[in-house]
């Protein structure tokens, strides 16, 4: 069992930074892949970063790839991302993921194991 718990979100404007958490607990950290998935009002569950369990891969989704860095630090069990020059259209519930598999890229919510609550991210105008 992987438990996972995100902080870090919140209101902010266009243009400000945000950098998210997610503690994880339960199986070695290392022993799973993490990833940080979006869900905004009315859309489907969308890819927005992935780490390898050693921290040494990382994948981002097209948008938003030159504005975040996703990382892990593993004597804190935490996973990270930092997400700098925010637009109204990165508004949404940010959840975070534990793959147990170690796949190259994979972007597919349906593939990863466990999963954070979710928080609230909201850039104004």
């Known amino acids: 069992q992987v438990q996972l718990v995100e902080s870090g979100g919140g209101l902010v404007q266009a243009g400000d930074s945000l950098r998210l958490s997610c503690a994880a607990s339960?199986?070695?950290?290392?022993?799973?892949?993490m990833a940080w998935f979006r869900q905004a009002p009315g859309k489907e569950r969308e890819f927005v970063a992935r780490?390898?369990?050693?921290?040494?891969?990382?994948y981002h989704a097209d948008t938003g790839k030159s504005r975040s860095t996703i990382s892990r630090d593993s004597a804190k069990n935490t996973m990270y991302q930092q997400m700098n020059s925010l637009k109204p259209e990165d508004t949404a519930v940010y959840y975070c993921?534990?793959?147990?598999?170690?796949?190259?890229?994979?972007?597919?919510?349906?593939?990863?194991?466990?999963w954070g609550q979710g928080t609230q991210v909201t850039v104004s105008s």
């Open positions: 993921a534990a793959d147990l598999q170690e796949r190259a890229g994979e972007r597919r919510s349906i593939a990863y194991d466990y």
């Open positions: 339960g199986r070695t950290f290392n022993s799973y892949a």
């Open positions: 780490i390898s369990r050693s921290g040494g891969t990382r």
